[in-house]
């Protein structure tokens, strides 16, 4: 079992940066790959970004790609998502997920066999 919880969420300007945080516990956090999804209201939720239990490679969604970051400290059972030059259309809950990465990376799907509760991110103009 995995327990996971989100935090660093909250109101920022279009432009501006926030870093997501998702603590981890129970099961060794080492052993799975974690992802970061987001699901806006009215819409399916979507991959922003995937990291390996190894922390290498990565996979970012096209839309953000360039504008995220994620990353993660075993030492400190934490992943993290960096994210800058936010939009209003990256307004969404963020959730963060443990699981297995299927197939090659780059195709972007993540089984997520454990997930957070979310955290609310919100981008104003």
């Known amino acids: 079992q995995v327990q996971l919880v989100e935090s660093g969420g909250g109101l920022v300007q279009a432009g501006g940066s926030l870093r997501l945080s998702c603590a981890a516990s129970?099961?060794?956090?080492?052993?799975?790959?974690m992802g970061w999804f987001r699901q806006a209201p009215g819409k399916e939720r979507e991959i922003v970004a995937a990291i390996s239990w190894f922390g290498t490679p990565t996979y970012y969604a096209d839309s953000l790609k360039g504008r995220v970051t994620i990353s993660r400290d075993n030492a400190k059972n934490t992943v993290y998502l960096q994210m800058n030059s936010l939009k209003p259309e990256d307004t969404a809950v963020y959730y963060c997920a443990a699981g297995r990465i299927e197939g090659r990376i780059e195709v972007g799907i993540l089984r997520g066999d454990y997930w957070g509760q979310g955290t609310q991110v919100t981008v104003s103009l």
């Open positions: 129970g099961r060794t956090f080492s052993t799975y790959d």
